[in-house]
């Protein structure tokens, strides 16, 4: 008789605000047969899923689980880099951005058949400070929004849209210092993203080019706009191309330092996490194994065509040309 892998799957029942009761049974129901044998085990605090997926490693488990959001799977996968122990995805939060980039499923059943395809590839992973990020991280209006997020008592993606729209017409643009190799620069910007994925989630492309095995950092920077812009931004931002808009500047490095003026909140894959003000992020190959579907899931916005984003790129710069923008 073969020996059977160990599994750890670890959900968070707070992620995404679903119910979530017969999900254990489910996870052990699906994921096995003769490959794998599963256990399970519930958080029941910040960083408890960080702890777990520590004592998996100690106890030579082949992967660990994450079941939940982006906030989830970056305590799990905190834990596993580095180490021969894989991560599975089972996407559960509002975003879902990591799961999105990879091509994973949405569907629980599909998601867990990942798993017992038993693919395994190897990806990068990013640190800010040497805290490790896996999707995005990122200083301005974005930080404030997950802050913001993170203190409602609702999930889901209204009551982040709510929040977005609350922070817009109060937020203020700030300046930032760029230290790339030895050249350095100043901008104004009203979000500052970096990159590992391409997407925040909800299939929002904040860096539409974005591979996470390429060793690179993607980096966004938007620069302050004008509220009757803010529609034409957002639809590209949903239309995977959002770089092509002339408030935009990207960047593509191993390394890049971010110093401002003030120390406070910025998002580490979605999470609000106060941070001095010098932020240097850096991105390291291939240090963390993923279940990967066999044949993933890329999905494409409705007006994907570059003859309409062309097309649309021109009419907004000739709104702007007329609005004196």
């Known amino acids: 008789m073969n020996q059977k892998y160990n599994i750890l799957a670890i959900i968070n029942p707070i992620s995404g605000g679903g119910k979530k009761e017969d999900l254990s049974s489910h996870i052990m129901d699906a994921v096995g047969g003769d490959i794998f044998n599963v256990s399970i085990a519930e958080t029941m605090y910040s960083g408890h899923a960080y702890e777990l997926a520590k004592q998996a490693i100690d106890k030579n488990y082949y992967a660990v689980i994450a079941v939940g959001g982006d906030g989830t799977i970056n305590e799990v996968a905190s834990a596993l880099v580095n180490s021969d122990v894989a991560l599975g995805i089972v996407p559960k939060g509002s975003g879902n951005g990591l799961a999105r980039h990879i091509g994973i499923p949405m569907n629980t059943d599909n998601a867990l058949n990942v798993i017992n395809e038993n693919i395994i590839e190897s990806y990068d992973y990013c640190t800010v400070n040497d805290r490790p990020f896996f999707c995005t991280c990122g200083v301005g209006f974005d930080a404030v929004v997950s802050e913001k997020f993170a203190e409602s008592k609702k999930r889901g993606p209204i009551t982040y849209l709510k929040s977005t729209v609350a922070e817009f017409f109060k937020y203020q643009s700030e300046s930032y210092k760029i230290i790339l190799n030895d050249t350095s620069f100043t901008e104004k910007a009203f979000v500052i993203a970096c990159c590992n994925a391409s997407q925040y989630?909800?299939?929002?492309?904040?860096?539409?080019?974005?591979?996470?095995?390429?060793?690179?950092?993607?980096?966004?920077?938007?620069?302050?706009?004008?509220?009757?812009?803010?529609?034409?931004?957002?639809?590209?931002?949903?239309?995977?191309?959002?770089?092509?808009?002339?408030?935009?500047?990207?960047?593509?490095?191993?390394?890049?330092?971010?110093?401002?003026?003030?120390?406070?909140?910025?998002?580490?894959?979605?999470?609000?996490?106060?941070?001095?003000?010098?932020?240097?992020?850096?991105?390291?190959?291939?240090?963390?194994?993923?279940?990967?579907?066999?044949?993933?899931?890329?999905?494409q916005p409705v007006i994907p065509p570059i003859s309409i984003a062309d097309s649309f790129r021109d009419f907004v710069n000739g709104i702007r040309h007329e609005l004196n923008i």
């Not at 974005?210 to 938007?222: E, F, K, P, V």
């Not at 500047?249 to 890049?256: A, I, N, Q």
């Not at 609000?272 to 279940?291: A, Q, T, V, W």
């Open 201 to 299: 989630g909800n299939n929002a492309y904040i860096a539409p080019n974005a591979s996470m095995q390429d060793g690179l950092l993607d980096i966004t920077m938007i620069h302050p706009f004008s509220a009757p812009e803010s529609p034409f931004i957002g639809l590209l931002l949903f239309t995977k191309h959002i770089d092509i808009d002339t408030n935009i500047k990207s960047l593509r490095t191993s390394k890049v330092i971010i110093e401002r003026e003030h120390e406070g909140v910025m998002h580490i894959d979605g999470e609000p996490i106060n941070m001095g003000k010098r932020l240097e992020i850096e991105c390291h190959p291939k240090g963390l194994k993923i279940f990967t579907p066999k044949n993933p899931h890329q999905w």
